[in-house]
């Protein structure tokens, strides 16, 4: 049966003065605050429609928590529950936001009629059965042990030691609670925005016939998509108890505890991180909740961070027209590679490829025709070379590759360099553009291209060289490619 949620921040109290199974029987299912500045921020993530301050220290705080309470929740209705207070205080406390108010003692019945009025429920739900009690146990948060702050500390310095390394980031955070809680099994799943699902980034314990890559989880659906819908963590101590939640038919599991939390960021949720199987066979605990739980707090903002400075780093590097690389890290490479070609006496090829008459096309088609143009021939460009070879946007139109461990070509036999850089010059030329309205055309480039350490020992003087072929290239016909010191080759 649906019941709504009910929070209860106690403020002075260490006691339980609410009977919660009373008003979950009633349709309420409460959450009981640790202290006030938890209560506080669980106001200010979830909706709860009443928020129950239980109030027994009669001091200035009180209206100070009531209007915090406001600030965070200010949709919420407030019900006080007090020792009987005078007309000052209960002005007070109605001008700092409470809605009504509750002297003890009380019976669980009056409590239940004044959230039933709070709420606009207008008569008592049916009665909760077994089957439709909540299977998680989250409603309580104890707060971490001496050993669960000491772990979270030396986690948290572990997790910091590279924050741009997301891969190191998705595996710590795994194999660190599961390691702790000896637990055979564990997933993360991260949430792609664009497919609206959940995707299996890192996992233990699972058997060799399943390929973890496969594996994809549409939001609400499994215990995994579920979690991610609602935000909230699921500890279950046994699975088959729990008639109402989402399981598979093939589930095989050594233990019937789990454990599954959300990862966030803010209100958004990143991921899952799954925990089951202990090794020892037992169940997991609150307190390990409580523990996972922080982890996945710390966790969600340092993969936020490594995904905002993937985000930047990519940026600085390609260019925003073509998504090509650009020219500034077409510089970092070819000073890279031409190390790398030195030290190990391999070769480095340098083509440049420039489309003919692109100025033309400009102006007589003009430049939104020109920019389709430059994606166009850029979306060649991608195909026709090797995943290792290095396609860049040097300027305007004209193009820079880098070719690895690739020979200067010799005209009178196959050459790697000259089959990559001729198929993308003949695919360019069979490509139909489009242009002005209901018309198209052909365009065609050319190429020049020059060789580490053949032609030159210096990464400057290399691109010069491919720059002359570039130029033999143009002043011989345009549509061909010329090596550096050889006669014209196409």
């Known amino acids: 049966m649906d019941h709504q949620d009910i929070l209860i921040i106690p403020v002075g109290r260490g006691v339980e003065s609410v009977d919660a199974r009373g008003l979950l029987d009633a349709g309420f299912r409460v959450l009981r605050a640790r202290d006030v500045f938890d209560g506080l921020v669980l106001a200010r993530r979830r909706s709860f429609p009443t928020v129950i301050v239980d109030i027994a220290t009669g001091t200035a705080r009180d209206t100070q928590v009531v209007r915090a309470l406001g600030r965070a929740a200010p949709r919420a209705r407030v019900i006080a529950l007090t020792e009987p207070p005078t007309s000052t205080r209960r002005e007070e406390l109605h001008k700092a936001g409470v809605s009504r108010f509750l002297s003890r003692p009380f019976e669980a019945t009056e409590l239940a009629a004044a959230l039933r009025s709070e709420t606009g429920m207008r008569s008592p739900p049916k009665r909760v059965s077994e089957e439709d009690r909540a299977p998680v146990s989250a409603a309580k948060g104890r ?16 997790l910091t030691r590279d924050l741009a390394n997301m891969e190191e980031l998705l595996t710590l955070t795994l194999d660190l609670p599961a390691k702790e809680l000896r637990a055979r099994r564990g997933s993360l799943l991260l949430f792609d925005d664009s497919r609206r699902t959940l995707e299996l980034r890192r996992a233990i314990g699972f058997p060799k016939d399943v390929d973890p890559r496969s594996i994809r989880v549409p939001s609400g659906q499994g215990i995994a998509g579920l979690v991610a819908k609602q935000g909230a963590a699921l500890l279950v101590e046994n699975l088959a108890d729990e008639k109402a939640l989402p399981t598979s038919p093939a589930r095989s599991y050594f233990t019937n505890s789990l454990l599954s939390v959300p990862i966030r960021h803010g209100s958004r949720v990143l991921g899952v991180l799954n925990l089951t199987d202990k090794s020892d066979g037992s169940s997991f605990t609150e307190t390990e909740r409580e523990l996972v739980l922080a982890l996945a707090r710390q966790a969600g903002a340092f993969i936020e961070n490594a995904r905002l400075l993937k ?80 396609v860049t946007r040097w300027g305007g139109e004209e193009f820079a590759i880098l070719l690895p461990e690739t020979e200067k070509p010799d005209p009178g036999r196959p050459s790697p360099a000259l ?9 360019i030329a069979g490509e139909t553009f489009a242009a002005a309205s209901m018309t198209t ?25 491919a720059n002359a072929a570039l130029k033999q290239a143009k002043t011989s016909g345009k549509n061909r490619v010329c090596v550096f010191g050889e006669e014209k080759i196409a």
């Open 143 to 158: 707060g971490l042990t001496p050993r669960g702050l000491e772990l979270l500390k030396d986690w948290t310095q572990l």
């Open 419 to 427: 089959h990559f850089t001729e198929r993308v010059r003949l695919a």
């Open 441 to 465: 055309t052909q365009i065609t480039v050319s190429g020049g291209v020059a060789t580490f350490p053949t032609d030159t020992s210096d990464k400057s003087d290399l691109l010069a060289k």
């Open 311 to 390: 985000k930047m780093e990519t940026l600085s590097i390609v260019d925003e027209l073509t998504g090509l690389y650009n020219r500034r890290f077409f510089e970092q490479c070819l000073e890279n590679e031409t190390i790398r070609a030195r030290r190990y006496k391999r070769f480095l090829t340098l083509a440049l490829l420039d489309i003919d008459d692109f100025k033309r096309f400009n102006d007589t088609h003009g430049y939104l025709k020109g920019d389709e143009l430059l994606r166009g021939v850029a979306r060649i460009l991608r195909k026709s070379f090797r995943k290792t070879d290095i």
